[in-house]
């Protein structure tokens, strides 16, 4: 298999949170992150008011929204500028990332965004949403992002778990329950573990729904420190802030990643690394692209080696280049997630679950899915992130029998390999555990065996570890009668340069 790093746009990348197809069982049984958003000054201060320029266009009350504000030039100074620029809009800094260009602001100015636009600090703006912003949303900033006007929620609001389905079953087993872990056998994580659990010093940042922090299998493992909520779009570092609320979700990635060796449930991948949880999913179930730029900057400042990203932003499957508001958040999350490589982390995301040829997409119907979906048309800009987005390793599902899960998108030079998805046992809230399904939990397996590769090979770059996952990825030609797999044994739609092998990332050199 090649073994060189992919630097152009390489593979495309896609959502998962709607990435799981859900059987999970309860039997049943504080933190701090890094890194955080520059505070600015709110409109209507006496420090915003002593040097903000004109806004370009009147300010005419509506809906109040949240906007991703790209930086010209991303330094401190322009920064600032822009953060001005929010303010004499009729603007409210949400959080500011200096470092990458990008301001985070809500308003309740429908001219917000043009005058905002006409700033010369500023390289563009657009929403992240399509519903509105309401009092009860954790990045709510008060009246004066309002401009006179204050919405309810939208009636045709519905969260991401009810819409996908995917996440309301679970189903209880009983301990002990290693041997039911088909899925490590599979990748050979039970042989790599006669010679390594894994390094302390290796740190995999799960943006999810919150891991649960006294679950007898992963609390040992939890790094407290490094682990913070990013719902309001900056950095809550304290416990509460990462503690899962409605969903189980990063609880069973987390388990699947690095559930501990402890004669207790079950074993991770890499038992012996140490887990972050940056929760990036709200109470309905969306992941708003404020928040995870939050997480990617988090997952950054704590020295987080890789990530795991079970998911795909929200409200857009598909994020359209040619479209001014999807553009600007697109810029805005490409600028965390470089940053991130910049800071050698790897991050790896699932595919999703709609059974779509990501290399050949052309209908949306399921978006925005915060509000009401229409139907539009996809054209070459259009990718979901941060799945397609260059330089994320994209991972499809397997079953049991190792073929590719009947639900896993596809797609020939998007996905960099394959894991197990299909009924995977892992921790789950109450102390328990249960099985769930989907590209949401193939994911974890790579950001595993990529966390042993980072403890074996500790001077390593992110881009050398990439390359070597790809190089030990088992092959796995397409089955004869799939139409729809393109390639070669070595790389194709299916299972890009094959299973992940947990094996050769700590025997191989």
Not at 85 to 109: H, K, L, Y
Not at 278 to 294: H, S, T
Not at 411 to 416: A, N
Request: proline share 5%; charged share 15%; aromatic share 4%.
């Amino acid at each position: 298999m090649p073994t060189t790093s992919r630097q152009t746009p390489s593979r495309t990348r896609r959502r998962v949170l709607a990435a799981c197809l859900t059987a999970s069982l309860a039997t049943g049984l504080g933190l701090a992150g890094a890194g955080g958003a520059v505070a600015a000054p709110r409109a209507g201060s006496p420090a915003a008011a002593a040097a903000r320029p004109g806004p370009a266009l009147p300010v005419v009350a509506g809906p109040v929204m949240n906007y991703a504000v790209n930086v010209a030039k991303a330094n401190r100074g322009q920064t600032k500028k822009a953060e001005r620029a929010v303010v004499a809009a009729s603007g409210t800094v949400v959080a500011s990332w200096p470092e990458i260009g990008v301001v985070i602001a809500q308003s309740g100015n429908t001219s917000f965004a043009a005058s905002v636009r006409a700033d010369k600090s500023v390289a563009s703006v657009g929403a992240t949403r399509t519903a509105p912003v309401t009092a009860t949303d954790p990045t709510w900033q008060g009246p004066e992002a309002a401009a006179g006007q204050r919405l309810g929620s939208s009636a045709s609001q519905q969260s991401v778990v009810e819409q996908e389905g995917l996440e309301a079953a679970t189903a209880v087993v009983a301990d002990p329950l290693e041997a039911r872990q088909w899925d490590m056998t599979a990748i050979k994580a039970d042989q790599a573990h006669q010679v390594t659990d894994g390094s302390p010093d290796v740190l995999v940042a799960v943006l999810d729904s919150g891991i649960q922090g006294d679950h007898p299998d992963l609390a040992a493992n939890i790094d407290q420190t490094a682990s913070a909520g990013c719902l309001s779009g900056t950095a809550d570092h304290s416990r509460a802030a990462w503690q899962p609320t409605t969903s189980d979700h990063g609880t069973h990635v987390a388990g699947t990643i690095a559930a501990a060796r402890n004669g207790v449930g079950i074993v991770g991948v890499a038992p012996g690394v140490r887990l972050s949880a940056v929760k990036v999913v709200n109470d309905d179930g969306f992941i708003y692209p404020e928040a995870a730029i939050c997480g990617f900057m988090v997952a950054a400042a704590t020295g987080a080696d890789v990530t795991n990203n079970s998911y795909f932003i929200d409200p857009w499957e598909f994020w359209c280049g040619s479209d001014v508001d999807q553009a600007a958040v697109k810029t805005a999350v490409e600028r965390a997630l470089e940053h991130t490589r910049r800071e050698g982390v790897v991050n790896v995301a699932a595919a999703g679950n709609s059974a779509v040829d990501l290399a050949n997409k052309t209908v949306d119907q399921g978006s925005p899915n915060d509000t009401v979906p229409v139907a539009r048309t996809l054209d070459a800009t259009c990718t979901d992130i941060p799945a397609e987005s260059d330089g994320v390793v994209t991972v499809s599902s397997t079953t049991a029998t190792g073929t590719k899960s009947s639900f896993s998108n596809y797609g020939d030079g998007v996905i960099d390999v394959a894991a197990p998805g299909s009924s995977i046992l892992s921790t789950v809230l109450g102390g328990g555990y249960g099985t769930k399904s989907g590209t949401s939990m193939a994911s974890p397996h790579v950001a595993g065996v990529l966390a042993l590769l980072a403890s074996t090979h500790p001077e390593a770059s992110g881009a050398a570890l990439t390359d070597l996952l790809h190089a030990q990825a088992d092959d796995v030609a397409c089955p004869a009668t799939a139409g729809t797999c393109v390639g070669t044994p070595a790389d194709n739609g299916w299972f890009g340069e094959g299973l992940v092998d947990a094996l050769d990332a700590v025997t191989a050199r």
